[in-house]
């Protein structure tokens, strides 16, 4: 790491320190006697800074630049010691070099589920992972705080720590913060910046900031992550009562080849014992002729439902009332898009109609697959 230039064998002139390691944040210059030469040169190259230690006191900080060891670059050092302006003597201490650049892509995750209140499925697990990266920003801090006498201190040693940092932080902030679980993928960056703000302080304690922290991946438990999953098939599926009975058609004209295997098949041997039961009840009402007796009279029909009206709000002014198919018509016309606000009797004010069940199906309704060719 370092280069010994002796000058007849005696003291050490040049002192300076290149970094080959690529996770050192401290190394110590190294030399028998701790005898610097005065008038020594200390080069400090960009992306460091030399800390000077006299008798276990932090003395002269260097940034980037080449120095001659004297006292007028020596200002703390000098007073320490009480040096006059002619005094050429060698002195003991120690100069510890500090890597000022970037340490990048650190990792960061929970150890265990954060618990949130979310505002749509109420008290959820969360976990989330990342990477973040470190810098040195006040060199004596971090060596009085930290480094103590450690002659070569890499990140190892402190990462472990930043990330209990990062993690205490992250759990307070995703529990207070309020965004829904399902907006937090496009929450991440905001998020990010708000746990490094929210980190800054704890860090600056030890001579360190976060230049940044970014959030890759947050979670949820597989058993929720399967309910999601069955609402957006739910979702895509649009008009279950057709979609059901559409299966079960398939089922009984294909049960090997239709989805679910033999639970489709199962399917399609119901609906078929129900068919052949409604078969047998028609003709045991007709007699054994054929003919239906003149006693049985048809039973009336239920009364038709009450179909649900629709309003629709846009730029400020409503329109309406729209029954669903004419809504559907809409839709198809582009008149109705899923942001339309939309209002009918009974609902708890004005929704958009993607967030509507019954609307919503009119956007992802698919037709099924053409009938074979004759």
Same mark, same amino acid.
């Given at each position: 790491?370092?280069?010994?230039?002796?000058?007849?064998?005696?003291?050490?002139?040049?002192?300076?320190?290149?970094?080959?390691?690529?996770?050192?944040?401290?190394?110590?210059?190294?030399?028998?006697?701790?005898?610097?030469?005065?008038?020594?040169?200390?080069?400090?190259?960009?992306?460091?800074?030399?800390?000077?230690?006299?008798?276990?006191?932090?003395?002269?900080?260097?940034?980037?630049?080449?120095?001659?060891?004297?006292?007028?670059?020596?200002?703390?050092?000098?007073?320490?010691?009480?040096?006059?302006?002619?005094?050429?003597?060698?002195?003991?201490?120690?100069?510890?070099?500090?890597?000022?650049?970037?340490?990048?892509?650190?990792?960061?995750?929970?150890?265990?589920?954060?618990?949130?209140?979310?505002?749509?499925?109420?008290?959820?697990?969360?976990?989330?992972?990342?990477?973040?990266?470190?810098?040195?920003?006040?060199?004596?801090?971090?060596?009085?705080?930290?480094?103590?006498?450690?002659?070569?201190?890499?990140?190892?040693?402190?990462?472990?720590?930043?990330?209990?940092?990062?993690?205490?932080?992250?759990?307070?902030?995703?529990?207070?913060?309020?965004?829904?679980?399902?907006?937090?993928?496009?929450?991440?960056?905001?998020?990010?910046?708000?746990?490094?703000?929210?980190?800054?302080?704890?860090?600056?304690?030890?001579?360190?900031?976060?230049?940044?922290?970014?959030?890759?991946?947050?979670?949820?438990?597989?058993?929720?992550?399967?309910?999601?999953?069955?609402?957006?098939?739910?979702?895509? !599926?649009?008009?279950?009562?057709?979609? $059901?009975?559409?299966?079960? &058609?398939?089922? @009984?004209?294909?049960?090997?080849? /239709? +989805? *679910?295997?033999?639970? !489709?098949?199962?399917?399609?041997?119901? $609906?078929?014992?129900?068919? &052949?039961?409604? @078969?047998?009840?028609?003709?045991? /009402? +007709? *007699?054994?002729?054929? !003919?239906?007796?003149?006693?049985?009279?048809?039973?009336?029909?239920?009364?038709?439902?009450?179909?649900?009206?629709?309003?629709? +709000?846009?730029?400020?002014?409503?329109?309406?009332?729209?029954?669903?198919?004419?809504?559907?018509?809409?839709?198809?016309?582009?008149?109705?898009?899923?942001?339309?606000?939309?209002?009918?009797?009974?609902?708890?004010?004005?929704?958009?109609?993607?967030?509507?069940?019954?609307?919503?199906?009119?956007?992802?309704?698919?037709?099924?697959?053409?009938?074979?060719?004759?």
């Amino acid at each position: 790491m370092g280069i010994f230039d002796f000058l007849t064998g005696e003291f050490i002139d040049v002192i300076h320190w290149t970094d080959d390691t690529r996770d050192t944040m401290v190394w110590r210059f190294e030399r028998e006697g701790h005898e610097i030469k005065y008038g020594a040169k200390l080069t400090v190259r960009e992306g460091q800074a030399a800390v000077m230690v006299h008798e276990g006191q932090l003395a002269d900080v260097f940034q980037p630049g080449l120095y001659m060891l004297e006292t007028n670059n020596m200002p703390i050092m000098t007073t320490l010691q009480y040096w006059d302006h002619g005094f050429e003597s060698p002195f003991k201490s120690e100069i510890y070099f500090v890597n000022t650049t970037r340490f990048t892509d650190l990792k960061w995750g929970t150890k265990n589920p954060i618990i949130c209140r979310d505002p749509e499925f109420g008290p959820v697990r969360l976990r989330a992972y990342g990477t973040y990266e470190i810098k040195v920003s006040d060199p004596a801090r971090f060596m009085s705080e930290i480094v103590g006498t450690d002659g070569e201190f890499t990140m190892d040693e402190i990462s472990y720590q930043i990330r209990n940092i990062i993690t205490s932080e992250f759990s307070a902030a995703i529990a207070g913060s309020g965004i829904p679980v399902l907006d937090m993928a496009a929450n991440t960056l905001d998020l990010g910046k708000l746990l490094a703000k929210k980190i800054a302080p704890a860090l600056a304690e030890y001579g360190l900031e976060l230049p940044g922290l970014y959030i890759e991946n947050i979670s949820l438990p597989p058993k929720v992550e399967e309910a999601l999953d069955k609402r957006t098939s739910m979702g895509l !599926a649009g008009d279950l009562d057709q979609f $059901m009975k559409y299966s079960a &058609a398939e089922a @009984m004209s294909n049960p090997a080849s /239709a +989805a *679910g295997g033999s639970m !489709a098949a199962g399917m399609g041997a119901g $609906m078929g014992m129900a068919m &052949a039961q409604q @078969m047998q009840a028609q003709q045991a /009402a +007709a *007699g054994p002729w054929g !003919a239906r007796p003149a006693a049985a009279a048809p039973a009336a029909p239920p009364p038709p439902p009450v179909e649900k009206v629709w309003h629709t +709000a846009t730029n400020g002014e409503t329109s309406g009332p729209y029954s669903r198919a004419t809504l559907g018509r809409m839709a198809a016309d582009g008149s109705l898009s899923r942001d339309t606000h939309v209002w009918t009797a009974g609902q708890d004010g004005w929704k958009r109609a993607s967030e509507v069940m019954e609307l919503a199906q009119l956007f992802t309704i698919m037709p099924p697959p053409p009938p074979p060719a004759d």
